[in-house]
């Protein structure tokens, strides 16, 4: 779409490889400074490489002394959960957060509740933030036939089995371990034949084959810690069902994902869940391995609870659009950048 601005420039320590941009906008790739440590990129090379731009869009931190304006988008504190995070991250992480909420002109939560995180633990005044909903990719939407789909689950799992999805950091808060555990119990209970496919970073070092060989599901659950938007558009599509048992989300961008994609949410009752899924999710109390267990036996064990969901979702999901939430940025970027554009 068209933009406000003569030039966006993308500026990165590290090589960027960003496709299908279009030529609507010129838009600029620039790389460097790879060689020092990325806080110092971020607080010194960044903010000189950047001096004459009107405006400074950054995600979650920015440069502390910089001499134009600054918008910042926060996806969500965990100030609120500090014991979730490692000491490292309790060091770096929430000070920086804090100080960038604090110094940017303006600030862009996704959600009510990150924003309500936002005025109680940093301090930032209501009148400098916006609330901008995610919305999922139109990739998610989009139609997949079956055969794309069944052969982008063989290439996963190495079968053509069913299968619960998780996709997301597999971080404390996300309670992975109560998954495994409340999935082999279900699965054994219903006789189904149905694997786990867990996609994402393993940042909590959860133990994923020794839990699996405990809970007597190895070779049934494969973790990836990655993979490409396209390719996972299908894979949510052919998954009976998403679960995200998650304590805390500023607003999560994989239930909006999973219900794009028409496959039915199961997820742990949390401030933004509202916000996002509604009613179009099963909501569970908690994310123990009993209310776990509990949601996937209604899930799993009902074909038709299981299409209602998944048919709720996709008209949730489709009350959020992606442009919308690129023209609402842009409109912000607009207004607070610098007047010399």
């Not at 609330?131 to 990739?139: G, M, R, S, T």
Request: charged share 20%; aromatic share 6%; proline share 7%.
């Amino acid at each position: 779409m068209n933009v406000p601005f003569d030039r966006v420039v993308l500026m990165s320590p590290g090589e960027l490889h960003l496709d299908n941009l279009g030529s609507t906008t010129p838009i600029e790739l620039r790389t460097f400074g790879g060689t020092v440590p990325n806080l110092v990129w971020e607080q010194a090379v960044l903010p000189y490489a950047a001096r004459h731009a009107s405006l400074l869009f950054s995600e979650y931190n920015c440069p502390l002394v910089y001499p134009s304006r600054i918008v910042l988008a926060n996806h969500g504190i965990l100030a609120s959960m500090p014991q979730t995070l490692t000491a490292w991250q309790r060091l770096r992480s929430t000070p920086l957060n804090k100080a960038g909420a604090r110094r940017a002109d303006h600030v862009i939560v996704n959600s009510q509740t990150t924003r309500s995180d936002l005025i109680q633990y940093f301090g930032v005044p209501p009148v400098k933030m916006d609330i901008v909903p995610p919305a999922a990719a139109a990739v998610f939407f989009a139609p997949k036939s079956a055969a794309e789909v069944s052969a982008e689950v063989v290439a996963a799992l190495g079968t053509a089995a069913p299968y619960v999805l998780f996709v997301g950091k597999m971080s404390v808060r996300r309670h992975v371990p109560n998954l495994m555990e409340a999935f082999a119990i279900v699965r054994r209970e219903l006789g189904l034949a149905h694997h786990l496919l867990i996609i994402g970073p393993n940042t909590s070092a959860v133990p994923v084959d020794e839990l699996a060989q405990t809970h007597g599901i190895t070779g049934v659950v494969r973790h990836l810690p990655y993979m490409e938007q396209t390719k996972l558009a299908r894979i949510y599509a052919g998954a009976d069902a998403f679960v995200l048992p998650s304590t805390y989300e500023g607003s999560s961008w994989t239930i909006c994902e999973a219900m794009a994609s028409g496959t039915a949410v199961i997820a742990t009752q949390h401030g933004s869940l509202n916000e996002s899924g509604g009613d179009a999710v099963l909501v569970l109390p908690t994310p123990t391995v009993d209310d776990v267990c509990r949601g996937l036996r209604t899930m799993l064990g009902d074909r038709a609870v299981r299409d209602d969901y998944a048919r709720r979702g996709r008209a949730r999901a489709q009350r959020f659009s992606i442009r919308a939430c690129a023209e609402a940025t842009m409109q912000i970027l607009d207004r607070v950048a610098a007047p010399r554009d």
